[in-house]
């Protein structure tokens, strides 16, 4: 029975991920540092929780594992610009770090998950391969760009190394994120009719399911090494690219509702067609479009089983938590508030 270390295991991805890694019949040792909560990752007998920091990662996080998927990150642009110096340290040194440290420790596979959002943008008649010049436009980006590019040379006969592009996510997951373009939109036309567009609609976005990308990942665990190993792949397919306006009317549709379309935030500079060819070599391919994530968030919404929480805004959570630190810090004395 394998191990995986799932880094950001309680994260969007992490938490869809992990179950369907215990659903294959791998053990999972889930590190993370629980910003967004413990409890949505589901209690097994084969899951070990960590809570640990990816940038004091040591030897023993990496004792009888097999493989890693190394999801850990300050996971979007406006969290990175706010803040920069966290983002590189995360996303790009501890990552790197945790893939030499994997291979130190005899580790076979490591699964570097980054973003197709290094493309930044592109003429409209370019559609991104792996080998396309990349053109990553903010902290965010140019930090998973430097994360590649510092886990690719590792990769040698012994330590298989894979880096997979994904699309921007859509979907339910049990850590759930509102601020990811579908389900925003999703929430928005739902809860008020009026369905948030960032302007002006004609910026192309590929987009990936949830469980579509979860199961890219342990595919790639199980993929043929040669096939795979010190390579990248761009995860999504065609029929989930979409110019963002278009898509609005497509979720529009699916809410079942009257639904305005409105316009928010400045001009979008980034804008990417992205091709699918080399994953889809392999054998795999998206299953879920978008309507399939609308209408399962539409359901859990209607049930009372989801809500648009503020841990569901990653930023928001993010600034959250500082201003907890802050007013606790202000007011405690010897490390204690009420009690001493
Ligand atoms: N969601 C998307 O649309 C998307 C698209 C492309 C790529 N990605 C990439 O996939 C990965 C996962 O994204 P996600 O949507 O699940 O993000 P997320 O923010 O939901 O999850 C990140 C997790 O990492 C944890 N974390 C953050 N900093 C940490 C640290 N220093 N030490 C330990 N844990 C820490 C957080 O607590 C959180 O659980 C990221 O690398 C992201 O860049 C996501």
Redesign the pocket.
């Known amino acids: 029975m394998e191990r995986i270390l799932v ?8 938490t869809t991920l992990v179950p369907m890694l215990l659903e294959a019949g791998y053990r999972v040792r889930a ?6 909560g413990e409890n949505n990752l589901p209690d097994h007998p084969r899951l070990e929780r960590i809570k ?4 004091r990662l040591a030897p023993e996080h990496f004792s009888g594992v097999d493989h890693v998927v190394d ?6 642009d406006p969290s990175g610009e706010l803040f920069q110096k ?1 983002t590189y340290d ?2 790009f040194e ?1 990552r790197v770090a945790c893939a030499r440290l994997a291979k130190a420790a005899g580790v076979k596979r490591y699964v570097l ?5 290094i493309y930044g943008f592109q003429a409209p008649d370019v559609v991104c391969n792996e080998a396309t010049p990349t053109n990553p436009l903010t902290t ?1 980006a140019k930090a ?1 760009e430097k994360a590649e590019q510092g886990v690719l040379p590792l990769a040698d006969e012994r330590f298989c190394v894979v880096v997979l592009r ?4 859509y979907g339910y997951s049990p ?1 759930m ?1 509102f601020d ?1 373009a579908i389900n925003g939109m999703t929430y928005g036309a739902w809860k008020t009719g009026v369905l948030p567009l960032m302007r002006d609609g004609s910026q192309w976005r590929p987009m990936v399911h949830v469980q579509d990308t979860a199961r890219a990942q342990i595919f790639m665990l199980q993929a043929d090494r040669d096939a795979v190993n010190g390579r990248i792949f761009n995860v999504g397919s065609s029929e989930n690219s979409y110019q963002l306006g278009p898509l609005a009317e497509r979720v529009a549709a699916a809410v079942p509702r009257k639904v305005a379309i409105e316009w928010y935030g400045d001009a979008d500079h980034r804008s990417y067609q992205v091709g699918f060819d080399r994953i889809q070599g392999l054998g795999w391919r998206a299953e879920r479009v978008a309507e399939d994530g609308v209408l399962e968030i539409v359901e859990r919404l209607e049930a009372g089983t989801l809500d648009k929480t503020k841990e569901t805004i ?1 930023l928001g959570w993010y600034q959250e938590l500082i201003g907890w630190q802050k007013k606790i810090r202000e007011i405690e004395i010897d490390g204690c508030l009420i009690d001493m």
């Not at 590190?31 to 967004?36: A, K, Q, V």
């Not at 999801?71 to 979007?76: D, E, M, Q």
């Not at 998950?113 to 959002?117: E, I, R, V």
Request: hydrophobic residues 40%; contains cysteine; proline residues 2%.
């Open positions: 880094t950001g295991a309680a994260g969007y991805i992490g590190i993370d540092r629980f910003f967004f640990a920091d990816s940038r999801l850990v990150a300050i996971s979007n966290a995360i996303n501890s998950p980054s973003s197709c959002s965010y998973n994904q699309a921007t996510v850590r994120r990811l990653t």
